[in-house]
Nanobody, 125 residues
Framework: QVQVVESGGGSVQTGGSLRLSCAASGRTFSNYRMGWFRQAPGKEREFVAGRTWRGSRTLVADSVDDRFTVSRDNANNMVYLQMNSLKPEDTAIYYC??????????????????WGQGTQVTVSS
């Protein structure tokens, strides 16, 4: 089984930046669908940003548009989420997910097979 662990969360003020890291183990994941999701208190887990199978496309949710950037380092089995211009509404637990199926929707939770335990991001006014 692939294991996924997120890190890099913390507390920042509005307008600040954070870089989240996602470490994968068990096998290489260069061809995997990958995505970042977040879940705020009382809300459903929602898609933030991700890359399709083999990294052919990069997708970002409308809620974050160009403030967030997703990338991956295949050589080190790492996935990153660079978050800039953070807002209080970005406060949530952020999850990294990987999908090993060639077919699937990068934006949907059911498009993924392996999930991390989450890392907390808090943005204060």
């Amino acid at each position: 089984q692939v294991q996924v662990v997120e890190s890099g969360g913390g507390s920042v003020q509005t307008g600040g930046s954070l870089r989240l890291s996602c470490a994968a183990s068990g096998r290489t994941f260069s061809n995997y669908r990958m995505g970042w999701f977040r879940q705020a208190p009382g809300k459903e887990r929602e898609f933030v940003a991700g890359r399709t199978w083999r990294g052919s496309r990069t997708l970002v949710a409308d809620s974050v548009d160009d403030r967030f950037t997703v990338s991956r380092d295949n050589a080190n089995n790492m996935v990153y989420l660079q978050m800039n211009s953070l807002k209080p509404e970005d406060t949530a637990i952020y999850y990294c997910a990987l999908g090993d199926r060639i077919y699937g929707d990068t934006r949907r939770r059911d498009g993924y097979d392996y999930w991390g335990q989450g890392t907390q991001v808090t943005v204060s006014s």
